[in-house]
């Protein structure tokens, strides 16, 4: 058998072909560096306007605005993985001229998404998004700088991101499985059970969630120990919203276990209030002293709560001796103050029946009107003549529309009806 002889041009074939291919591992080796320690990142609106470009530095796990102070303005890589790069730039919300920000989010974002160039320097194609924001974007940096612990880092801040969303999905179908609903005419928020509708209005209020559940609110808790430090939870007002979840399902061992549990990790106010709440309500054992104790006493806080069910135990005597003026003092000063309205407007807004009562109010002192004219007949003495005729002088006057008032009173009232059936 004889051994096939390689032709010239197949050669030259070889030969090119081997050239293409290194060309080909120049081309993509630069698409997979790990992120800088610094970039240039620039962006121009979807007008075509004037570029706009700032310094971000690494420092710790995010990139910090150079020559800014503002602490909302940072820069994190959401991916930086095959050929991809996606960052998301946060600052803060600014209204043009004087129009006030108050109750508004200041912390906004846009997000910059482009691919890395061959050249293994900048990016391109890159596209901005984001809830205020469109246009073009890109990244420039020195390659020599770029890290493998920022690289690394942002592994991390994805793995995080991915265990942030199961612990999300677990809280989505724990309030899944009890939809917000009516019993009797009381609102029992999504994730509580019945029971919470039995609860006085006050202590309703007071267990409504102020912060957003970060954590799996069915975690379990032992209440035999004087603080379950075994729960891995170290951030109280995590603490303090599962205790306040496990408190609206009824389940009061474990959501004082919770409570005071984040009452033990910074002496958090509130959380000393329920525990005062949780004694007054014989959830585990009744003792109204020590309730009044963790509202005024060794434990106080001067957390507004507190101040109310302060003003409570003096009125009703519970835990103290009545004092109807020391009560009445306390609810003056309460009213004096704009967040103690506050409170007095979320106790017993959730029954249907309060709300109605409060609609029924606003709409008969906001009641619609109509012009009404009224016309009389009368003597008329012409004052250089002396005669005297008979004319007719009509007044017009706006009166409340009785007829559209009825309709909207009656549209309340049947809102009302349909509540108050829900679960009798």
């Given at each position: 058998m004889q051994c096939p002889r390689w032709g010239r041009g197949m050669l030259l074939l070889l030969l090119s072909s081997c050239v293409f291919l290194g060309r080909m591992v120049g081309q993509t080796g630069?698409?997979?560096?790990?992120?800088?320690?610094?970039?240039?990142?620039?962006?121009?609106g979807a007008d075509g306007g004037k570029e706009s470009c700032e310094t971000d530095s690494w420092a710790e796990d995010h990139y910090i605005v150079e020559g800014s102070r503002d602490q909302l303005d940072y820069v994190i890589i959401t991916q930086w993985s095959g050929g991809k790069v996606v960052i998301r730039r946060n600052y803060r919300f600014v209204m043009p001229g004087n129009v006030s920000?108050?109750?508004?989010?200041p912390n906004t974002w846009m997000e910059c998404s482009g691919q890395i160039a061959s050249s293994?320097?900048?990016?391109?194609?890159?596209?901005i998004s984001g809830p205020m924001n469109e246009g073009t974007c890109s990244l420039t940096w020195d390659p020599r700088s770029s890290s493998r612990a920022i690289a690394k880092s942002v592994v991390e801040r994805q793995e995080t991101a991915a265990l942030w969303a199961k612990e999300n999905e677990r809280i989505r179908m724990?309030?899944?499985?009890?939809?917000?609903?009516?019993?009797?005419?009381?609102?029992?928020?999504?994730?509580?059970?019945?029971v919470f509708a039995s609860y006085p209005d006050d202590v309703r209020a007071i267990l409504l969630p102020e912060h957003p559940l970060t954590l799996d609110p069915l975690r379990p808790c032992d209440d035999s120990k004087e603080d379950d430090t075994g729960t891995g939870v170290t951030d109280p007002v995590a603490a303090l919203e599962i205790g306040r979840f496990a408190l609206r399902r009824g389940e009061y061992k474990r959501g004082h276990c919770w409570i005071n549990h984040s009452a033990y990790l910074d002496k958090n106010p509130r959380a000393m209030t329920l525990l005062g709440v949780i004694h007054l309500m014989n959830w585990g054992s009744r003792d109204p002293q020590k309730?009044?104790?963790?509202?005024?006493?060794?434990?106080?806080?001067?957390?507004?709560w507190a101040l109310y069910f302060v003003e409570q135990c003096y009125k009703n005597g519970v835990g103290v001796e009545k004092n109807v003026m020391r009560a009445?003092?306390?609810?003056?000063?309460?009213?004096?103050?704009?967040?103690?309205?506050?409170?007095f407007l979320m106790i017993g807004m959730d029954d249907a029946a309060v709300a109605w009562r409060e609609k029924r109010a606003a709409a008969i002192l906001d009641a619609s009107t109509k012009p009404e004219t009224t016309c009389t007949h009368g003597p008329v003495t012409n004052p250089r003549t002396g005669a005297i005729t008979y004319q007719e002088t009509c007044n017009t006057t706006y009166v409340t529309d009785d007829d559209a008032l009825q309709r909207q009173l009656d549209r309340i009232d049947q809102q009302y009806q349909n509540q108050a059936k829900q679960k009798q």
């Amino acid at each position: 058998m004889q051994c096939p002889r390689w032709g010239r041009g197949m050669l030259l074939l070889l030969l090119s072909s081997c050239v293409f291919l290194g060309r080909m591992v120049g081309q993509t080796g630069p698409r997979n560096i790990d992120p800088p320690e610094k970039f240039r990142f620039c962006v121009r609106g979807a007008d075509g306007g004037k570029e706009s470009c700032e310094t971000d530095s690494w420092a710790e796990d995010h990139y910090i605005v150079e020559g800014s102070r503002d602490q909302l303005d940072y820069v994190i890589i959401t991916q930086w993985s095959g050929g991809k790069v996606v960052i998301r730039r946060n600052y803060r919300f600014v209204m043009p001229g004087n129009v006030s920000t108050r109750g508004m989010d200041p912390n906004t974002w846009m997000e910059c998404s482009g691919q890395i160039a061959s050249s293994g320097d900048h990016t391109e194609h890159g596209v901005i998004s984001g809830p205020m924001n469109e246009g073009t974007c890109s990244l420039t940096w020195d390659p020599r700088s770029s890290s493998r612990a920022i690289a690394k880092s942002v592994v991390e801040r994805q793995e995080t991101a991915a265990l942030w969303a199961k612990e999300n999905e677990r809280i989505r179908m724990a309030f899944a499985g009890a939809p917000a609903h009516r019993v009797n005419g009381i609102l029992v928020p999504a994730g509580a059970s019945d029971v919470f509708a039995s609860y006085p209005d006050d202590v309703r209020a007071i267990l409504l969630p102020e912060h957003p559940l970060t954590l799996d609110p069915l975690r379990p808790c032992d209440d035999s120990k004087e603080d379950d430090t075994g729960t891995g939870v170290t951030d109280p007002v995590a603490a303090l919203e599962i205790g306040r979840f496990a408190l609206r399902r009824g389940e009061y061992k474990r959501g004082h276990c919770w409570i005071n549990h984040s009452a033990y990790l910074d002496k958090n106010p509130r959380a000393m209030t329920l525990l005062g709440v949780i004694h007054l309500m014989n959830w585990g054992s009744r003792d109204p002293q020590k309730a009044f104790h963790y509202f005024d006493g060794e434990f106080q806080t001067h957390d507004l709560w507190a101040l109310y069910f302060v003003e409570q135990c003096y009125k009703n005597g519970v835990g103290v001796e009545k004092n109807v003026m020391r009560a009445s003092q306390i609810d003056t000063a309460l009213m004096m103050r704009d967040d103690g309205q506050q409170l007095f407007l979320m106790i017993g807004m959730d029954d249907a029946a309060v709300a109605w009562r409060e609609k029924r109010a606003a709409a008969i002192l906001d009641a619609s009107t109509k012009p009404e004219t009224t016309c009389t007949h009368g003597p008329v003495t012409n004052p250089r003549t002396g005669a005297i005729t008979y004319q007719e002088t009509c007044n017009t006057t706006y009166v409340t529309d009785d007829d559209a008032l009825q309709r909207q009173l009656d549209r309340i009232d049947q809102q009302y009806q349909n509540q108050a059936k829900q679960k009798q």
